[in-house]
């Protein structure tokens, strides 16, 4: 599988350029468009037991969905629900990479994913808790809410990120997740709630704006009886 991606960087969409008779793996919903003859069957990873903890622990769908190319290949459109960019990691077989809530877009047949433990931040109402890892060789495609950024740890390296804005991490990276500010209280009056502490080496990918907040915002316009 090929990746290219357009319309970057606020409303990207991927391009998915299969093989003939190849298979990809796609988050349910994210498709935009194929070319004429993929098909497509949507089915729980793992079967039901796992695909009830995708949706219920790291908050995807229960099912995904695969397209596999006709004999003469053909091409799969993906694009996330919110706007943002689109960022192609190309797994080695040897790293594998955590993904944060609703930023797996989609992956190669050959990547193997699967529901990982990532902290408390779901829990408290950020983007940690149950997190999605990736393993394997091939292409590995995640989106953001706003425009992608890329840390570079040195070894020992250390930064502080907002877990809402936390899009994945490289597994050579080690991660802990803690309250930003002491007190119920202090957490409220600062409008932030849980961190990720991040120590190199390894990557980091971030995004601008944070899906939580969107939601919030859009809460708390909404007029209440």
């Not at 695969?66 to 960022?87: E, F, K, M, R, S």
């Amino acid at each position: 599988m090929q990746v290219n991606v357009r319309h970057k960087p606020s409303f990207a969409v991927a391009r998915l350029m299969l093989a003939p008779g190849e298979p990809a793996q796609v988050e349910a919903g994210a498709m935009l468009a194929t070319s004429y003859g993929v098909q497509v069957q949507s089915s729980a990873q793992g079967g039901i037991m796992k695909g009830l903890g995708r949706a219920f622990l790291s908050g995807e769908s229960f099912f995904i969905s695969t397209y596999t190319a006709p004999q003469n290949g053909g091409w799969v459109d993906v694009a996330a629900n919110l706007p943002g960019d689109i960022h192609v990691i190309n797994l080695d077989g040897r790293t594998g990479w955590c993904v944060t809530q609703g930023s797996w877009l989609a992956s190669s047949h050959s990547v193997q994913t699967e529901t990982r433990w990532g902290g408390f931040g779901k829990m408290f109402g950020g983007e940690g808790g149950f997190l999605t890892h990736a393993t394997g060789q091939g292409p590995l495609v995640v989106a953001c809410y706003g425009a992608l950024e890329v840390i570079n740890l040195q070894p020992g390296e250390v930064v502080t990120i907002d877990s809402g804005h936390v899009v994945a991490y490289a597994d050579t990276v080690q991660s802990q997740t803690r309250k930003v500010a002491s007190g119920i209280m202090q957490s409220i009056k600062s409008g932030e709630g849980l961190v990720f502490d991040f120590a190199g080496p390894g990557q980091v990918f971030t995004q601008t704006r944070n899906p939580a907040a969107l939601a919030a915002w859009v809460i708390a316009q909404v007029p209440s009886r």
